[in-house]
């Protein structure tokens, strides 16, 4: 049992670990995906006779603003995620309960991670934003691999877990 819960905090440090690097890397190096942020709302690659480019947002502050937007969601992430890795790994001894409990941050993370990467980058950047049609500036394999890892994770972190059955005397 205690195999599972070291399993399920080591994953969910992986996916912290994940979204600590990709937010400092965002600000550490704001250009280089700012400009990807800004070309998917402007819609400036998509089909050129897409008639959807009514939906384009060609205010500068606005592009910076769903930026900031998209890098404190990555850091509340990570942070939830780190978070709830330690309070796993505080209760990894204790009994199915209090183990249970303690995942309640790394579902805050996991949860988070997913609406950023599946209805941020994949619902609203493919579909609403048309990134789906851009060749140059279309993050929708990377969203749905990253979104697929951190469903299965949460799938996976909320089976609950139980206390072990301790064997009867003879």
């Known amino acids: 049992m205690l195999t599972i819960r070291y399993s399920k905090l080591i994953l969910l440090a992986a996916v912290s670990f994940y979204a600590t690097l990709v937010a400092f890397g965002n600000i550490t190096d704001y250009q280089t ?32 603003l769903f930026y900031l937007i ?43 991670a997913f609406i950023l990467w599946q209805v941020g980058f994949m619902s609203v950047g493919g579909e609403w934003f048309g ?7 279309n993050g929708l394999n990377a969203s749905f691999r990253i979104f697929t890892m951190v469903i299965l994770i949460l799938i996976y972190l909320i089976i609950p877990d139980r206390d ?7």
């Open 33 to 64: 995906n700012f400009d990807f942020v800004q070309h998917v709302l402007m819609m400036d690659t998509i089909f050129p006779d897409a008639t959807i480019k009514y939906r384009a947002i060609n205010n500068p502050m606005l592009h910076h």
């Open 164 to 170: 072990e059955k301790k064997p009867e005397s003879a």
């Open 131 to 137: 990134m789906w049609m851009s060749k140059t500036w």
């Open 70 to 112: 998209i890098i404190i969601t990555e850091c509340v992430i990570a942070a939830a995620g780190w978070y709830g890795s330690w309070m796993m790994l505080c209760a990894r001894k204790q009994s199915a309960k209090t183990f249970n409990h303690a995942k309640r941050w790394g579902v805050i993370a996991l949860t988070l």
